[in-house]
Every structure is written in C-alpha cells, then in structure tokens.
T-cell receptor, first 115, second 110 residues
C-alpha cells in the first residue's frame, strides 16, 4: 500500500511564475490537508479538502494561493505569481476520516525555491 | 485563538542523557498527537493521547497527557543518535484539523 505521494519533490521557480504542487493521498483516504513549513519552523495549516470540496481554507493566503481535490486525480496546491517568501517545504497529509482522532499520514513534501 | 506552544525550541544532549519536551495549550484539548520529523524528512505519527492523566510508553519514549488536558510531555530516556529530529505535538484546532506546536529540535551529541 503506497503511502502519500507528492510531486515534484523539489521545485524551482522564478519570481512571478506559477507553482503547482501535487498530492496523491493514501489509498482509501479521502481527506487531504496541506501544510507549509518554513526553515527552522513548525507546520502551518493551510487548507483541508475532501473530494471536490474545500472544507477549511482559513490558513491559506487569500491571494495567489488556491487548492483543489477533484473527483479524479491528485489534490493540487497552486501558487500564482510566486515571490521569494513562498520558498518553503509544502507537505500534504491524508487521513481516512476527517476527525481529530485520526493520525495524519504525511507525504515526503515539495521543497519550493523561488529565485 | 487556540495555540499550542512547545518548549524548549532546541535541545542539545550528550548521547545517553535524557530529554524532555513540553507542550502547552491555552485551551482544553480533546486529544493530543505527537509526531517526529527527521532532518530533511516528513512528520511521522508517534502516538495519540486521549484520556486525562494518560501515560503511554514506546520503548525509551514516555508520553504524558496532563490532568487538565492542557499540557503534554514527551520524555526520552538514554537518548541515542537515532532520536535526532524535531518533535511536534498537535492538538485539534476544530472538528477537522490540527494545530501543530512549534516543535522541539533535538540534537544528540555522540
């Protein structure tokens, strides 16, 4: 049973370009969470999605950031017009049920570098 | 809003010494989870505590949930180099998401 998959593992973008990060949850998991981690810092919640629904996006910046989890295919975190401050590790996690008593399974992360 | 604070932020220990990290919440938690992240890696679930005063052990790791369910601790006995990493606690922020603590980065000096 494959774990949570994220790609790309490393992504380099120039300022103003778009970054598209993908996350495939574990088989049987329909709940996906995205987190951002700056160097030497903790995990900051960004967004929580179920298939075709955004449940909670309170941690996501209002501008330039969007997320989706379509009926088919991976969850996508999209950052438009990237700036240097977007450089970070972006982790997604999945769980079988969306309640706080379930552990979250994390993917290996995407390290985004904005030049 | 609800916050989960961890102390210390960094800890350096000699191999064989003990290590403890503390997690404190401003509000009562229904449960708390602990994760470990190795350098360059991703967070991995360690354990979950649910009951007031609960204590759980995993080999050299001891996890405790406070009586008031507002704090928790992770204690490692006789650290080894394999214990290196950052330890995060996580408490529910709402009915469907977690608030991760700031983490404690552990360095073990051989």
């Amino acid at each position: 049973n494959a774990g949570v998959m994220q790609n790309p593992r490393h992504l380099v973008r120039r300022r103003g370009q778009e970054a598209r990060l993908r996350c495939s949850p574990m088989k049987g998991h329909s709940h996906v969470y995205w987190y951002r981690q700056l160097p030497e810092e903790g995990l900051k919640f960004m967004v929580y999605l179920q298939k075709e629904n955004i449940i909670d996006e309170s941690g996501m910046p209002k501008e330039r950031f969007s997320a989706e989890f379509p009926k088919e295919g991976p969850s996508i975190l999209r950052i438009q017009q990237v700036v240097r401050g977007d450089s970070a590790a972006y982790f997604c996690a999945s769980s079988p049920v969306g309640d706080p008593y379930n552990e979250q399974f994390f993917g290996p992360g995407t390290r985004l570098t904005v030049l | 809003g609800q916050q989960v604070m961890q102390i210390p932020q960094y800890q350096h220990v000699q191999e064989g010494e003990d290590f403890t990290t503390y997690c404190n919440s401003s509000t009562t938690l229904s449960n708390i989870q602990w994760y470990k992240q190795r350098p360059g890696g991703h967070p991995v679930f360690l354990i979950q505590l649910v009951k007031s005063g609960e204590v759980k052990k995993q080999k050299r790791l001891t996890f405790q949930f406070g009586e008031a369910k507002k704090n928790s601790s992770l204690h490692i006995t006789a650290t080894q180099t394999t214990d290196v990493g950052t330890y995060f606690c996580a408490g529910p922020r709402s009915s469907n998401q977690f608030y991760f603590g700031t983490g404690t980065s552990l360095t073990v000096i051989p």
